[in-house]
């Protein structure tokens, strides 16, 4: 069956660095993945999606990358800041049209002053 | 513009009893999407509908039913509430089938008693 794995320890990380996050997969060659942020009490908000032809996408200080052949992407917050702080989730199409996505479990980071 | 909705914000449900959990959205989206998060096993999913007048199962789907009457409305219903069904409870929109970039509610935090 498909499973997502993301880190299930938070990442504590000083203001300023670069956070990565890690999303692996298996058994699923998805067309794109997604990543979402979420704060506590919040429902996910969408941040940015990259295709399977694509190795890297920006989005101001995001980075997110796409290795197909690891089957794994991730995601980079450069100078990160306590507002950064949040739980992101990456996600996966199975299928075409509505319904392709699943979701992993999400990683917490904290960065600290 | 508002998004999405969902009422109530929590509550307290005794064992046996039944409760209808409300979800609007503004964005005119075809599909909508029920989740459940749980600490650990992030978000699973429970029922989704990809027009109006048309639904199907998820994950999760037992002891949960959904309704889609329209394109804006898509409560979820829980005929006869355990305790396994506390959590909390996301609704979410899509308008885009190429990508189904979703956009969640703020949740409905649900405990059985």
């Known amino acids: 069956s498909q499973k997502i794995e993301q880190n299930s320890e938070a990442l504590n990380i000083q203001e300023g660095k670069t956070a990565t996050l890690t999303c692996n997969y298996t058994n699923y060659s998805p067309a794109y993945l997604q990543w979402y942020r979420q704060d506590p009490g919040r429902g996910p908000v969408f941040l940015l999606l990259i295709r399977e032809n694509e190795k890297e996408k920006r989005k101001e200080r995001l980075k997110v990358t796409f290795d197909t052949t690891l089957k794994q992407s991730l995601f980079h917050i450069t100078a990160s800041q306590p507002a950064d702080s949040a739980t992101y989730l990456c996600?996966?199409?199975?299928?075409?049209?509505?319904?392709?996505?699943?979701f992993g479990a999400g990683t917490r980071l904290a960065v600290h002053p | 513009t508002a998004g999405i909705t969902q009422a109530p914000t929590s509550q307290i449900l005794a064992a046996g009893r039944s409760m209808t959990l409300r979800c609007t959205q503004d964005m005119r989206h075809n599909a909508m999407y029920w989740y459940r998060q749980d600490l650990g096993l992030g978000l699973r999913l429970i029922h989704y509908?990809?027009?109006?007048?048309?639904?199907g199962k998820g994950e999760v789907p037992d002891g949960y039913s959904v309704s889609r009457a329209n394109t804006d409305d898509f409560p979820l219903t829980l005929a006869s509430a355990v305790p396994s069904q506390t959590s909390v409870y996301f609704c979410?929109?899509?308008?885009?089938?190429?990508?189904?970039?979703?956009?969640f509610g703020p949740g409905t935090r649900l405990t059985v008693l």
């Open positions: 509908s990809n027009t109006a007048g048309t639904t």
């Open positions: 979410a929109s899509s308008g885009d089938p190429s990508t189904d970039t979703q956009y």
């Open positions: 996600a996966l199409d199975i299928l075409g049209g509505y319904n392709k996505l699943i």
